[in-house]
Nanobody
């Protein structure tokens, strides 16, 4: 079992930055590929970014490329999502997720554990 707790959300103006954190507890964090997803009001949950358990490879949604960066610190059992140049359309609840796989995965059904989410609101 892995418990995930997100933090770092908040209200920011368009063009601003936020860094989300996701702290993991339970089983060995370094054994899990990690991902970030988001759910905007009235929309389905969508993939944002993912990272291999080793940190050796990453994958981003087109909407995140060039603006968001996923990283992990296995010593701190934490994964991060640095978000720059934020836009109002980035407003959503952001979730981190963990998958017990040795690859990069991006589908919601491929992740085993989920956090409760943190709200990000970008004002225009």
């Amino acid at each position: 079992q892995v418990q995930l707790v997100e933090s770092g959300g908040g209200l920011v103006q368009a063009g601003g930055s936020l860094r989300l954190s996701c702290a993991a507890s339970g089983r060995t964090f370094s054994s899990y590929a990690m991902g970030w997803f988001r759910r905007a009001p009235g929309k389905e949950r969508e993939f944002v970014a993912a990272m291999h358990l080793s940190g050796s490879s990453t994958y981003y949604a087109d909407s995140a490329k060039g603006r968001f960066t996923i990283s992990r610190d296995n010593a701190k059992n934490t994964v991060y999502l640095q978000m720059n140049s934020l836009k109002p359309e980035d407003t959503a609840v952001y979730f981190c997720a963990a998958a017990a796989v040795y690859t990069v995965v991006t589908g919601t059904d491929e992740f085993d554990y989920w956090g409760q989410g943190t709200q990000v609101t970008v004002s225009s």
